[in-house]
């Protein structure tokens, strides 16, 4: 490798490391390294995962670590697309609301779809932009959106008014309403 390449290569990933993320769309690096070309940036993406240097996750999406060094929540959370957060039952699971036992993650994001990733199957419930984008209840850790409890609740609510909790004494239901009322969402419990 020339070391004109090399210094490129050192200043490509220089910026990434700089910007602290792990997961980057296709566009992202595009825009990052300034590439145009799409014949270009596949090839350089291509050599790249071939060198070690990045690692393909899914569909236009790529890591700096090997995939088994990644969260697989935050993997799961770029490929649901731009704006999704971690909520519904796989947050109530950690919560201890609901006690079954879980089969897939689940995300809020802006398009319906189910999908794998290494060995986690994944559900992403779509919610009207007016409600995904209000970010109450809504907290980050580690690069990872997710819902509180009660924002977990709000939304399980949402798409199934009908949803049973088994830990329900857990649950502030003055916080949940607050949040369902912040949200907009139509109220239809007592």
């Not at 910007?19 to 790249?48: C, M, P």
């Not at 995300?107 to 009207?128: D, H, P, T, Y």
Request: glycine share 8%; charged share 20%; hydrophobic share 45%.
């Amino acid at each position: 490798m020339s070391t004109v390449k090399g210094n490129q290569i050192q200043m490509r990933f220089a910026m990434l490391a700089r910007l602290g993320e792990v997961v980057f769309g296709v566009q992202d690096l595009a825009n990052l390294w300034d590439i145009t070309s799409k014949n270009n940036l596949h090839t350089t993406l291509k050599r790249y995962c071939q060198q070690g240097l990045i690692f393909r996750v899914f569909r236009g999406l790529y890591a700096i670590k090997p995939l088994s060094n990644v969260n697989p929540v935050l993997l799961g959370l770029r490929a649901a697309g731009e704006f999704a957060y971690l909520s519904t039952e796989s947050v109530l699971a950690r919560e201890g609301i609901i006690q079954q036992s879980l089969a897939r993650i689940t995300i809020v994001g802006q398009k319906s779809q189910r999908f794998a990733l290494l060995q986690n199957e994944f559900r992403v419930r779509q919610l009207a932009d007016q409600y995904l984008f209000n970010p109450a209840g809504i907290v980050e850790k580690d690069g990872i959106r997710m819902a509180t409890a009660e924002r977990a609740v709000a939304d399980l609510l949402y798409f199934n008014p009908k949803a049973f909790f088994d830990g329900g004494v857990n649950i502030d239901w003055k916080k949940v309403k607050k949040i369902q009322t912040e949200i907009g969402y139509p109220i239809k419990r007592n």
